[in-house]
C-alpha cells in the first residue's frame, strides 16, 4: 500500500485515536470529527507527503488530499481499523453513535455536515444516472437513438429512476446519518411512493387519514419531505427502543415506527417540506431568473468563499430538485466557473513566479483544477499567497456575469466540476457555457498577473537552496551524519524484537527500542516538538535536520488513556538534547503492558541511511542510531 507509512502520521497529527470521533471522505478530503480541534497539528500535517493542507470548517477538521484521497483513507484505516466503525452510519452493530464531544455546534454548521453526509454517498448514483440521461438526449437531439424504440425507453427507465426514487435513496442514507434503521426509512419513503397513494392524492377527491385531511402532495424525485420523516423516525424509533421489551424490539419497534411517522409524514411533514422546497427552489430560481448579469457577478464571485465555508452543500436538494423537477439547473454552471477561476489563478501564479518549485506547484495544481480538483489550487497556491484568491474571485465573477446573463444550463448532476464533466452542460445554452468557463478562466489569469503576489518564506529558502554556490556541489553530494541519542536508560534491543508487528516491521520507519529501567524519558535530538499525544505516551520531534523521531513509551498503552504519564513539553515547544520530554511510571505500566520504548525516524525514506549502533545497556545521552542526511536536505528543512 502506496501510503502505509503516512497514515499512523495521519492520524497522529489529528491527535490520535483518542481525538477521533467520526472520520469519511470525499473526493479531495479526509473529513475527521474531532473532540478537539486544538490538539490537531496543522504543522505535522502538512509536513506529511501527500497532505496538501488543512482547513476547519466549522467543527470538522478537513486534511487536504487531492485526487488520491480514497487510497490515502484506505490506508489510514487499514492502519488504524477502529476508525471503520467511525465512519458516518458504518458503527459496529450493537454500537452506540460516537458519544457527543460537549461543545456547542452552530446550528447551521450542524445542519451543513448533515447535508454533506446525506447526499455524499448518494452522488455516484445520480451523477451516473444523470450523465446517461445527457448522453440520450444528446443522441436523440443527433438523431442518433429513436425516441420511440423499446431500447431507449429501457436506457430512459436507468436515467429516470434514480430521479423518481429519489426519496428511497436519501432515506438510506440519512438513516446512516442518524444512526437508525435504514431498511425501515427506505420503507418509509416506498409508501410514500406507493401507486396506489399516488393514485388516491391524485383522483381529486379529498383523501384522510383517521379524520385527518391528507394533502395531496407528489413525493416523487422531492428531497426535503424525506428528510423531515427521517428525522422524526429518529426520534421515534430511539423512544421506543428504550421502552420495549427486548424481547420484543424486532417485532414491535419497525411496526410502530412505520404506523407513527408514515401517516405523520403524509398529514403535516411531508406538505411542509413541499412548501419548503418550493419556497427555496422558486426563491433561489427567481434570482438564477432574473438576476441577470449583476446577480452572476454576485453569485460567481463569491461562490469561491460559500465553497469554502461549505455553504454550497446547502444548495445540493436544491440543485437536485431542479435536475429532477425542471430537468436543468442554472446554479451548477457557476460551479463550473468558480473552478476554471481557481484553475486560472494558479496558472496565473505559475506565469509570474520566478521560483521553479512554485512554478512546478502552480502548473499541476493549476491543471488539477480544470479537472474539477480545486482544493489544491484553491489551498495548496492561491490562498497562500491570498492575492491569486482574489484574482479568481474576479474571474468567477465575469464568467458567472456570462452564464446567468445567457442563461446558461446544467443539465445533469456530474460527479466532476471541470473538463471532465462538461457533459453535463451540453444542451441549448452549452456554447455559453464554454464561453463562461474560457472567461473565468482567461480573466483570473490575468487579474493574477496584474494584482501580483508576495512569495512567502519557504518559497524563498527553496530558491536559496537551489541557486547555491557550485563550488559547494561536492560537499552538498555527501551526506551528513545526525547522530540519536538514547532517550532513556535500559537495554537497547533490535527494533524487530518488538511485539508490536507495526513497530517490528519497519512500518512507520527505522529505528530502534530500549527496555527502560527507570521512567525518565529526554529528547534524543534537538529540535521542534510537533506532536506531543494527548495521552502523554508518545511524542514526535522533528530535528533542526528534518529527522522526524517518534517515541513511544511502551506497546498499547494509549489504552491507558494518559494514567501514569506526564507530558513536560507541549506541542510547538523548541528542546535540546537531554531535554526532559515525559515521566512515566514505570512500575504501574509494566504491570499490565510492556514497557519497551521504540525510537522510530518516521520520514526514513528521506534519507541515506538510518542504522542502529548498538544493542545491550544503554545510558541516557549515549549514541544510538544514525542518519545519513544529504547536506542539500540539511540546507532546505
Not at 363 to 382: H, K, R
Not at 494 to 504: G, I, K, N, P
Request: aromatic fraction near 8%.
Amino acid at each position: 500500500m502506496k501510503y502505509e507509512k503516512d497514515a499512523p502520521r495521519i492520524i497522529a497529527a489529528v491527535g490520535g485515536m483518542d481525538n477521533i470521533t467520526s472520520v469519511y471522505h470525499c473526493v479531495t478530503r479526509i473529513r475527521f470529527e474531532l473532540k478537539d480541534n486544538a490538539k490537531a497539528d496543522a504543522a505535522a500535517l502538512d509536513a506529511i507527503a501527500p497532505v496538501m493542507g488543512t482547513n476547519i470548517q466549522g467543527s470538522q477538521y478537513q486534511v487536504i488530499i487531492g485526487n488520491d484521497v480514497a487510497r490515502v483513507f484506505e490506508a489510514v484505516t487499514a492502519a488504524e481499523p477502529r476508525l471503520k466503525s467511525m465512519t458516518p452510519g458504518s458503527t459496529a452493530a450493537g454500537a452506540p453513535a460516537p458519544a457527543p464531544t460537549g461543545k456547542r455546534r452552530n446550528p447551521l454548521t450542524g445542519l451543513l455536515d448533515f447535508i454533506a453526509g446525506v447526499f455524499g454517498p448518494v452522488l455516484p448514483a445520480i451523477a451516473g444516472a444523470g450523465l446517461l440521461k445527457g448522453f440520450l438526449a444528446l443522441f436523440l437531439s443527433l438523431g442518433w437513438v429513436d425516441g420511440t424504440s423499446d431500447t431507449y425507453a429501457i436506457f430512459s427507465a436507468i436515467g429516470d429512476g434514480v430521479f423518481y426514487f429519489l426519496p428511497m435513496l436519501v432515506a438510506a442514507s440519512a438513516a446512516r446519518r442518524f444512526d437508525v434503521n435504514s431498511y425501515v426509512a427506505m420503507a418509509i419513503a416506498g409508501a410514500m411512493l406507493y401507486p396506489s397513494l399516488i393514485a388516491l392524492m391524485g383522483a381529486g377527491e379529498p383523501v384522510d387519514f383517521l379524520g385527518l385531511p391528507v394533502t395531496a402532495v407528489s413525493y416523487a424525485s422531492s428531497v426535503i419531505p424525506i428528510l423531515l420523516a427521517i428525522w422524526l423516525m429518529a426520534w421515534v424509533e430511539r423512544g421506543l427502543n428504550r421502552i420495549t421489551p427486548g424481547a420484543l424490539k424486532s417485532l414491535l419497534v419497525p411496526l410502530l415506527t412505520l404506523v407513527v411517522v408514515v401517516p405523520i409524514t403524509l398529514v403535516a411533514l411531508g406538505p411542509l417540506g413541499n412548501i419548503i422546497g418550493q419556497g427555496l427552489s422558486g426563491g433561489i430560481n427567481w434570482l438564477l431568473d432574473n438576476g441577470g448579469i449583476f446577480g452572476g457577478i454576485v453569485l460567481g464571485g463569491l461562490l469561491p468563499l460559500i465553497v469554502m465555508t461549505g455553504m454550497h452543500y446547502a444548495l445540493v436538494p436544491f440543485i437536485i430538485t431542479n435536475l429532477a423537477t425542471l430537468g436543468f439547473d442554472k446554479f451548477l454552471p457557476l460551479t463550473y466557473i468558480s473552478n476554471m477561476g481557481q484553475a486560472g489563478a494558479a496558472l496565473g501564479v505559475a506565469l509570474r513566479t520566478k521560483s521553479k518549485s512554485l512554478k512546478t506547484l502552480a502548473f499541476s495544481t493549476s491543471f488539477t483544477a480544470l479537472m474539477g480538483v480545486t482544493e489544491p489550487a484553491m489551498y495548496g497556491v492561491n490562498l497562500r499567497f491570498k492575492k491569486p484568491f482574489v484574482a479568481g474571485m474576479i474571474g468567477s465573477a465575469a464568467g458567472g456575469a456570462i452564464s446567468m446573463g445567457f442563461g446558461v444550463k446544467a443539465y445533469v448532476l456530474a460527479a466532476n466540476g471541470g473538463i471532465p464533466g462538461l457533459p453535463a452542460l451540453i444542451g441549448p445554452t452549452f456554447v455559453w457555457a464554454l464561453v463562461g468557463l474560457a472567461v473565468a478562466f482567461v480573466v483570473s489569469t490575468v487579474a493574477t498577473l496584474l494584482l501580483g503576489f508576495t512569495e512567502d518564506a519557504e518559497v524563498r529558502a527553496e530558491d536559496a537552496a537551489a541557486a547555491a554556490p557550485a563550488a559547494s556541489a561536492s560537499r552538498e553530494s555527501q551526506a551528513h551524519v545526525v547522530a540519536l541519542r538514547s532517550p532513556l536508560n535500559g537495554t537497547a534491543v533490535e527494533l524487530s524484537s518488538v511485539s508490536d508487528a507495526t513497530f517490528a516491521e519497519g512500518v512507520l520507519g527505522k529505528g530502534t527500542a530500549i527496555v527502560p529501567s527507570d521512567g525518565h524519558l529526554v529528547a534524543p535530538v534537538a529540535g521542534t516538538v510537533v506532536m506531543m499525544f494527548a495521552t502523554g505516551h508518545a511524542v514526535a520531534i522533528r530535528s533542526e535536520e528534518g529527522v522526524e523521531v517518534l517515541l513511544h513509551v511502551g506497546i498499547d498503552t494509549v489504552n491507558l488513556k494518559g494514567t501514569g504519564f506526564t507530558a513536560l513539553v507541549a506541542t510547538g515547544d523548541t528542546v535540546t538534547v537531554g531535554q526532559p520530554l515525559i515521566d512515566f511510571d514505570l512500575a504501574a505500566i509494566s504491570a499490565d503492558y510492556d514497557p519497551v520504548t521504540v525510537m522510530i525516524v518516521t520520514n526514513t525514506d528521506d534519507f541515506d541511511s538510518v542504522d542502529a549502533l548498538t544493542t545491550g545497556a544503554t545510558r541516557r545521552g549515549d549514541e544510538l542510531l544514525t542518519v545519513a542526511v544529504p547536506t542539500t536536505q540539511e540546507v532546505t528543512s
